[in-house]
């Protein structure tokens, strides 16, 4: 496929794409004249590459989930971390949520009346709600290879 075709059928710019082939994150298969020409394998790793962004993954840490032939390559542990660490943001913003919602409505004359209120501002002043600092980029190992079952 070219790389309007690509682009076409994956939905992404073709700035993007040659930005991802930069960055070792996809191949090109060759060229036709002037236009990049691309297997079929690079809509999976397309997808893979946007689902690693959604849940938050470094480009890099995207480009270490594909082994040398450009297949999926993916270390179970550091889904299992970025799922925790999901979670985690999860439980802030709804406690950030449950919070304003809370002051939105209570009764008290003002925010500095409520007790759910200041106990917000005390944990945000302690710095509780802020999205949590980048870990460091483990080594990630070769998954197992065997098929799922389910």
């Not at 496929?1 to 994150?25: C, H, Q, W």
């Not at 691309?38 to 690693?52: D, E, K, R, T, W």
């Not at 979670?87 to 304003?100: E, F, P």
């Amino acid at each position: 496929m070219d790389i309007a075709a690509v682009a076409k059928k994956s939905g992404v710019p073709a700035s993007t794409l040659r930005f991802y082939e930069e960055k070792g994150l996809i191949a090109s298969v060759g060229r036709d004249g002037l236009r990049r020409r691309f297997a079929p394998i690079v809509l999976n790793q397309l997808s893979l590459i946007a689902l690693g962004k959604a849940a938050g993954f470094s480009l890099g840490e995207i480009g270490r989930m594909f082994s040398s032939d450009g297949r999926a390559n993916i270390d179970r542990e550091s889904l299992k971390g970025k799922a925790d660490d999901i979670d985690a943001t999860i439980r802030r913003l709804q406690a950030l949520s449950n919070g304003l919602r809370h002051a939105a409505v209570c009764p008290a004359t003002n925010h500095s009346e409520c007790p759910t209120f200041q106990r917000l501002l005390r944990v945000a002043g302690a710095g509780k709600l802020a999205p949590p600092q980048k870990k460091p980029v483990r080594a990630i190992t070769p998954a197992r290879t065997t098929p799922c079952s389910d």
